[in-house]
Structure formats: structure tokens, C-alpha cells
């Protein structure tokens, strides 16, 4: 036998745990395992929470129906023919109608009146009614009176406009229509007297071609001015158009002009 070397059994190594307790120490092995078991609590928490957290949805279960359509009436079988009849029908009588008896109306009770409101008057105080005056008795209305012929013809739209004041004895007056302004060389004469600015209204009778007479002042402004004065002497001068009723020209109706004086002009309305 050849004599071979017996080699020693190889020695076995620590476990990790041996190892850690041999290079740190019996206190740093707990706290790794602490560290470990906290690890693993945390993981569980983490795992379990959202399940507790959140609460389960409800399922509404979801409800069908159908709809079908409505069966068709099935179509009538045709009737059979009836023989003709030979004895003629007698007409039909119709029947009275009975009136329905209406319901009769039910009593309506009338409202209890309201009490009569006592008023407080101190005796001392109350109203002599003999000094009270009392309404004569109304008589007999007067019947309506019955217009006879055609009605009055209303006013034409081209009539003359009816204008404010009278005339010397109460004529109405109507706007002028001049036929032709006077120019302001037949004024300036006249109103060489007059105190500008001023202004006069007269009022004059129309005559035939067009002319006036028969005028008189009606207003002036300012006072004392003697413009009113000045118009007048100049008024035979005026072209003015009798007044327009019911589409026909008046002659002898009256009239208003006004005549405006001013620093640089004269106006005649």
C-alpha cells in the first residue's frame, strides 16, 4: 500500500448570524432584527389599508326590458252577402227626446252684512244736519234732440290754421299766408322809429287783390319801443292771402302778421 496524506477535515464556516455577533457585538444583531421585523409590519399595513380605506362599490344590478311591437288587429272576415229584402221597409219613427231635468240651483246664501262702524263724537260736538244743505229735486231729463240733414263737413286739410286772440270786436283770427313779404327797403322807413330789437303783432281785415285794412296792434315787445306804431303805418304795403275754409278763400276774414325788427334784419310772419 502506498501511504498516501491524510489531508485534516476542512473546518465549516459560521453562520451570518455568528459572523455579525463576532464583528459588531450581541446589540447591533437586535437592532438589525428590529429593523427587520418593522420592515415587514410596514409591508403588511401597506398590503391591508387600501382594502380598509376604501369602501366597496355598490353594484346596482342593471334592469332590461324589451320592447315589442303591438299585435295588428287581424283584418275582419268579409261578411256575406245578404239577400235583398222584398217587402219595403217601413220608416223609422223617430223617437220623442225626453228633456233631462236640469238640477236645480242651489240656494245661495247671501253674506251677513258687516256691522255698522260706531264713530266716537263727544256730544258736545255733533253736526246740526238741519244747517246742512240739500240738492234740489233733478227734473225730468230733456229728451234728445234729433239733428236733421247731412252732418257738418269736417275742416279741410288745407285750411288755415286757427291761431291764438281776436279781433277788435271778437273776430276769430287765422295765420297769415303771404301772397308777397314785404321787401326791407318798404320797412326800413318806418322802422327808422323804432327801437331794435323789438317786435309787434297786428291784426288786419283782408280785402280784395290780396290787400289788408282795418288793422290794429294786438301786442308789441319791449314796451315804448314803437315798433307797434311803425307796422301799422306800413301795413298798406302788405300782399297777404285770405284765410282757406273748407277749400275756399275768404275774403273779409281776419288775419294776425307779426313783424319781427332786428340790429341786422326785419322778419315778417
Known amino acids: 500500500m502506498s501511504n498516501s496524506a491524510v489531508l485534516p477535515p476542512p473546518d465549516h464556516a459560521p453562520p451570518p448570524l455568528s459572523r455579525l455577533r463576532e464583528r459588531f457585538g450581541t446589540r447591533a444583531v437586535a437592532i438589525a432584527l428590529a429593523l427587520l421585523v418593522e420592515l415587514l409590519l410596514a409591508l403588511l399595513l401597506l398590503t391591508i389599508a387600501p382594502r380598509i380605506l376604501t369602501p366597496p362599490e355598490e353594484t346596482v344590478p342593471m334592469a332590461t326590458f324589451g320592447v315589442s311591437p303591438e299585435p295588428e288587429p287581424a283584418p275582419e272576415p268579409p261578411s256575406p252577402a245578404r239577400p235583398a229584402e222584398t217587402a219595403p221597409r217601413t220608416a223609422a219613427q223617430p223617437r220623442p227626446v225626453e228633456a233631462e231635468p236640469q238640477p236645480a240651483d242651489p240656494a245661495v246664501n247671501d253674506p251677513a252684512p258687516a256691522p255698522p262702524v260706531l264713530l266716537d263724537i263727544p256730544l258736545g260736538r255733533m253736526p246740526d244736519i238741519g244747517a246742512v244743505p240739500r240738492r234740489p229735486a233733478a227734473g225730468p231729463a230733456a ?127
Request: glycine residues 10%; positive net charge; proline residues 10%.
Open 143 to 269: 229728451p234728445a234732440r234729433r239733428v236733421a240733414g247731412p252732418p257738418a263737413p269736417g275742416p279741410d286739410p288745407g285750411d288755415s290754421r286757427r291761431v291764438e286772440g281776436r279781433g277788435p270786436n271778437g273776430e276769430p283770427l287765422y295765420a297769415a299766408a303771404w301772397y308777397r313779404k314785404p321787401y326791407d327797403s318798404e320797412l326800413r322807413g318806418y322802422l327808422s322809429t323804432a327801437r331794435a330789437p323789438s317786435w309787434a303783432l297786428i291784426a288786419c281785415r283782408t280785402v280784395a287783390d290780396f290787400r289788408i285794412d282795418s288793422c290794429a296792434l294786438l301786442d308789441e315787445y319791449p314796451e315804448g319801443a314803437n315798433i307797434g306804431r311803425a307796422v301799422l303805418a306800413a301795413a298798406w304795403q302788405f300782399r297777404v292771402r285770405p284765410p282757406r275754409l273748407r277749400g275756399q278763400y275768404q275774403v273779409g276774414e281776419w288775419v294776425r302778421i307779426r313783424i319781427d325788427y332786428g340790429l341786422d334784419s326785419v322778419a315778417a310772419e
